[in-house]
C-alpha cells in the first residue's frame, strides 16, 4: 500500500499542501497542465513554483498570483446576494480570509494605504497561509483585486463553487475529493454563520487561489498514487486574524468545527499566528485515514517539504510528506498514553438516543438505514426511563465525517427529540476474507483478524454463509460453523 505521512505539526495550508507533494517529486509540468483544466476563465490565475530555504531546510513554495479579468469578457454571473470581499480600504486575503491593513503596490496601477493589526512585531512579507500577527508596511508586485480575483465582487455560494469543481476538466477521483474538501468546509461555515450549508458564501475559500489550492490538491493526489494517508496531530497557533466578518480568534471558527467534526487530535505548541488555515484543515480531515505518528514503512520512498511565506527564526513552517510502501497503517493515542505496538487505533464517533415512546419495528428500520449509510456498528438496550416507563438506548458507532448524517437520520426515523455524540478511540485488528470449501464444494466466507505484524489473532465464519448452508444441508448452525474454522485451519 502506498501511504503517505503528512506532518503538519507547524501547521498547515492549501498552498503548502500542494507544495509538500511537489516536493516529494510531483511532475510539476504534467501538474500544471492539469491545473489548466479547473473551469475558471482563462488567464485568471498563474502558478508559481520555486524552491526556498526555512530553517536550513530546503522547501517547495506554491504561489497562485489572481489576475483580473474584466468580468463583462469572461467572468461568470455575480452573486446574486453576499459581501463585498473588500471594501473601506481594506483588503482580505483571498485565500483565508485574513483581512490586512498595510501599505502596499499593486500592479494593476491602484494603490491602497492600509496596515497590519497583529500582535507582535517580525518583519516578513505578506503571507497566503501563514504569518499573520505582525505590524509592518511593505509591498506588493501582485494583483489583489477588491473584487473575487477576476471581477466578482460576491463570494461564491457552495452550489457555484462545486460547479467549477465539476465543469472542469479533471479525472473523477480529483474532483471527488475536491468536492468532498469543499462539502466539508461548507458545513463548517454553516455552523459558524448559523446558516444552511446552501446558503454558505464562500468570501474567501471560494476566490480563485483557494480553488486552485483545493483542486490543485486532489490533483497532486491522485497523480502521486497514494492509498491512504496519515496526518500527525494538528498544531492551532492563537492571537486574532482580521476576516470578512471583522475579527476572529486563532483558531477560526471554521478550523474548530473542522477539527471537532473529523475528531483530529491537536498539539499543544504555542505559536502566535494562525497555523491551520480552513482550506488545510479541510483538505488534511477529508484524506485522513488516521491521525497520530507516522506509520511502519516498509521503504521509504520519497519526503517532500511544503512551506508558507511567513519564515520565523524558531522553527521551519512547513508541511513535510513522508511517502512510501506499508502493510497497514497504525494510528497513536490521541493521549498521552502508549498504544500497544500491534494493533491500529482510530478515533470513531458514539450517537446515542434515549426513546420511550418509539414503536420497536420503527426503531429496527432505523437502525436498519443507519447501517445502510455507513454505521460501523448498531446496539439497542433495554432503559428505564423518566416516570417509570420502559424505554430503549439505541447506540451507532460511525465515522467521524458520517456523523452528522447519521445523527439527522435518526432524528427523522424515530420518535426523539434530541440525540448526543461523542469521540472515542478503538483499537481495531486488521481484517480480511478467507474463503473455504465445505462438501459440495459450498462456500464459506471466514473473516480473519490481524495484528499489524500479519499475527492471526481471531477467526470467525460469516454468519449469513453458514446459515444458508445448515438450512440446506439440515445440520446445526454450530455444526457448520465448526467444519468452516476446521477446513481454515487446514488450509493455512
Known amino acids: 500500500m502506498k501511504v503517505a505521512y503528512f506532518d503538519a505539526q507547524f501547521g498547515a495550508a492549501g498552498d503548502m499542501l500542494c507544495a509538500s507533494l511537489i516536493g516529494c517529486g510531483l511532475d510539476l509540468e504534467a501538474w500544471l497542465a492539469e491545473l489548466k483544466k479547473i473551469a475558471l476563465p482563462e488567464g485568471s490565475f498563474e502558478v ?3 524552491d526556498v530555504i526555512r530553517c536550513g531546510i530546503l522547501s517547495k513554495k506554491v504561489t497562485v498570483k489572481c489576475i483580473h479579468i474584466d468580468s463583462e469578457q469572461s467572468a461568470p454571473e455575480p452573486a446574486a446576494h453576499g459581501h463585498s470581499r473588500g ?15 498595510h501599505d502596499h503596490e499593486h500592479g494593476h496601477e491602484h494603490r491602497h494605504e492600509h496596515r497590519h493589526e497583529h500582535d507582535h512585531d517580525h518583519d516578513h512579507g505578506h503571507e497566503r497561509g501563514h504569518g499573520h500577527g505582525h505590524l509592518h508596511d511593505h509591498e506588493h508586485d501582485h494583483d489583489h483585486a477588491h473584487e473575487d480575483g477576476y471581477g466578482q465582487p460576491h463570494g461564491r455560494t457552495i452550489g457555484e463553487t462545486i460547479e467549477i469543481v465539476r465543469s472542469s476538466q479533471i479525472s473523477d477521483s480529483a474532483k471527488a475529493l475536491a468536492l468532498a474538501t469543499f462539502d466539508r468546509l461548507a458545513r463548517a461555515e454553516s455552523r459558524a454563520h448559523g446558516v444552511k450549508p446552501a446558503d454558505v458564501h464562500f468570501h474567501e475559500v471560494g476566490a480563485v487561489d483557494a480553488i486552485v489550492d483545493v483542486i490543485g490538491f486532489a490533483i497532486a493526489y491522485e497523480m502521486m498514487g497514494i492509498e491512504k494517508a496519515v496526518v500527525s496531530p494538528l498544531t492551532l497557533g492563537r492571537g486574532t486574524l482580521r476576516s470578512q466578518h471583522g475579527l476572529y480568534p486563532v ?7 473542522i477539527i471537532e467534526e473529523c475528531g483530529a487530535p ?5 505559536f502566535r499566528y494562525e497555523c491551520l488555515t480552513p482550506t488545510g484543515a479541510a483538505i488534511l480531515a477529508t484524506i ?14 520519497s519526503v517532500g517539504y511544503g512551506a508558507g511565506t511567513f519564515d520565523p527564526s524558531e522553527h521551519p513552517n512547513v508541511v513535510r510528506v513522508i511517502l512510501g510502501r506499508a502493510q497497514a497503517i497504525r494510528q497513536t493515542s490521541t493521549s ?4 500497544p505496538a500491534q494493533f491500529r487505533a482510530e478515533v470513531v464517533c458514539v450517537i446515542e438516543a434515549n426513546l420511550d415512546d418509539c414503536p420497536p419495528n420503527i426503531i429496527a428500520y432505523a437502525l436498519e438505514q443507519a447501517l445502510a449509510n455507513g454505521a460501523l456498528d448498531i446496539s439497542v438496550v433495554p432503559a428505564s426511563m423518566k416516570k417509570g416507563r420502559s424505554g430503549h438506548l439505541i447506540s451507532v458507532l460511525a465515522k467521524p465525517e458520517d456523523r452528522r448524517k447519521l445523527e439527522v437520520l435518526i432524528l427523522k426515523e424515530t420518535s426523539t427529540l434530541g440525540v448526543r455524540s461523542y469521540f472515542v478511540e478503538r483499537l481495531i485488528a486488521e481484517r480480511e476474507f478467507a474463503e473455504v470449501k ?3 464444494s459450498w462456500s464459506i466466507r471466514v473473516k480473519v483478524g490481524r495484528d499489524l505484524e500479519g499475527n492471526v489473532v481471531n477467526v470467525q465464519p460469516e454468519y449469513a454463509d453458514c446459515a444458508t448452508y445448515a438450512e440446506r444441508h439440515g445440520l446445526s448452525l454450530r455444526e457448520v460453523f465448526e467444519q468452516a474454522l476446521l477446513q481454515y485451519s487446514q488450509n493455512k
Not at 251 to 257: E, H, S
Not at 266 to 270: E, N, R, V
Not at 336 to 339: A, P, R, S, T, W
Open 48 to 50: 508559481a513554483v520555486e
Open 87 to 101: 471594501h473601506d480600504d481594506s483588503s482580505v486575503d483571498p485565500a483565508h480570509g485574513h483581512g490586512h491593513l
Open 251 to 257: 483558531p477560526g471558527p471554521a478550523v474548530v468545527y
Open 266 to 270: 491537536t498539539t499543544a505548541l504555542d
Open 288 to 301: 485522513a485515514s488516521g491521525w497520530g505518528g507516522p506509520p511502519g514503512f516498509e521503504k521509504i520512498e
Open 336 to 339: 498521552q498514553d502508549e498504544l
Open 438 to 440: 465445505l462438501a459440495d
